[in-house]
């Protein structure tokens, strides 16, 4: 068609397709990363998502040259800082680091100010670890045989600590009790680290945690291990059995944590992000990290990643409904 022929209607079209066309190019950025990427971290300092988003933010800086600006966001199990980045630019510069909980939420929440599918774009799942029973030290001397049957006999009398309510701490332990037919009082805080905290300080008597947050206090003697989730034991911690060798065949919890970014982000900067996280999980430093916290790198992306979210917000789905539980 010879465009000198062509009607107003034919020049609009071409013209919104051109420009399109010229932002596609502008968002393509064959420099990126040229400034500092913020990760949004929906829980404060000194929970297990940070014990794995800040050794990746050392290594994306080694590789990049440039910042991996972590972002702390806490409150309401996680969802603030979900919400916090759903609404920023998708330029390629911001990304967030969910967890588990974030596939919970939806079961636990009325109403959310964010939705994993509409507003973000699954990226990879990072880092995949047990869920650890810990308890203070100070709390019992005896094995797991010991404290169930002391939990048993007091019902109501002993708590938990979790990260929030609705988070995978607080249904890991719904998930417990459930299995166990034991009565335990839930606490919820604004995140794993207010509340590992607590436990080591003796405020609170025991944590359904990710193995994560709370292996560098295991080793140091501030908390105790009775059993970590599962059917085999964890490498990093070879003298705690699992749920299965205690008669908890089906407690299979897993504290997870993924990359997501904001829906416009363009789909080379995913890639890209991508191919970066791959190359960072080959180093030494962030295999000596994910080992030392007893986690693996599953080296689920894109759609992949999305498939395994989808899967998990059914299982916990179930667990809230067969559990009852609720909000604090």
């Given at each position: 068609m010879n465009p000198s022929n062509w009607n107003r209607r034919q020049w609009v079209q071409y013209t919104a397709a051109a420009l399109a066309?010229?932002?596609?190019?502008?968002?393509?950025?064959?420099?990126?990363?040229?400034?500092?990427?913020?990760?949004?971290?929906?829980?404060?300092?000194?929970?297990?998502?940070?014990?794995?988003?800040?050794?990746?933010?050392?290594?994306?800086?080694?590789?990049?040259?440039?910042?991996?600006?972590?972002?702390?966001?806490?409150?309401?199990?996680?969802?603030?800082?979900?919400?916090?980045?759903?609404?920023?630019?998708?330029?390629?510069?911001?990304?967030?680091?969910?967890?588990?909980?974030?596939?919970?939420?939806?079961?636990m929440y009325a109403k959310l100010d964010y939705d994993l599918e509409r507003d973000f774009v699954p990226i990879a799942l990072v880092a995949q670890v047990p869920q650890v029973l810990v308890i203070n030290p100070k709390l019992m001397q005896g094995d797991f045989k010991a404290f169930l049957q002391m939990v048993r006999n007091a019902p109501g009398k002993y708590n938990f600590g979790s990260a929030g309510g609705g988070t995978s701490h607080h249904l890991a332990g719904e998930l417990f009790k459930l299995q166990t037919r034991t009565f335990i009082t839930h606490i919820p805080y604004r995140g794993a680290g207010p509340a590992l905290q607590d436990l080591i300080a003796g405020n609170v008597d025991m944590m359904f945690d990710g193995l994560g947050s709370s292996a560098q206090h295991i080793k140091g003697g501030r908390i105790r291990a009775l059993m970590v989730s599962g059917t085999r034991r964890n490498p990093a911690f070879p003298d705690v059995p699992c749920a299965a060798e205690l008669g908890l065949?089906?407690?299979?919890?897993?504290?997870?944590?993924?990359?997501?970014?904001?829906?416009?982000?363009?789909?080379?900067?995913?890639?890209?992000?991508?191919?970066?996280?791959?190359?960072?999980?080959?180093?030494?430093?962030?295999?000596?990290?994910?080992?030392?916290?007893?986690?693996?790198?599953?080296?689920l992306m894109g759609a992949q990643f999305g498939q395994f979210v989808n899967a998990e917000i059914k299982r916990w789905a179930s667990v809230v409904k067969a559990s009852g539980a609720k909000l604090d």
């Open positions: 066309g010229a932002a596609s190019s502008a968002w393509a950025d064959p420099n990126w990363p040229a400034k500092p990427v913020n990760l949004v971290v929906p829980f404060p300092a000194g929970g297990g998502t940070d014990a794995f988003a800040r050794p990746l933010g050392v290594q994306f800086a080694k590789q990049t040259g440039k910042n991996l600006v972590i972002d702390n966001r806490g409150g309401a199990g996680g969802n603030l800082g979900a919400a916090v980045a759903a609404k920023a630019p998708g330029d390629g510069y911001n990304l967030f680091m969910g967890a588990v909980h974030h596939s919970i939420a939806p079961a065949p089906d407690y299979t919890v897993s504290t997870w944590y993924g990359l997501w970014a904001p829906k416009a982000t363009p789909a080379d900067i995913q890639t890209r992000i991508q191919e970066e996280l791959r190359k960072a999980a080959q180093s030494d430093e962030m295999k000596a990290a994910w080992a030392a916290n007893g986690a693996e790198f599953p080296n």
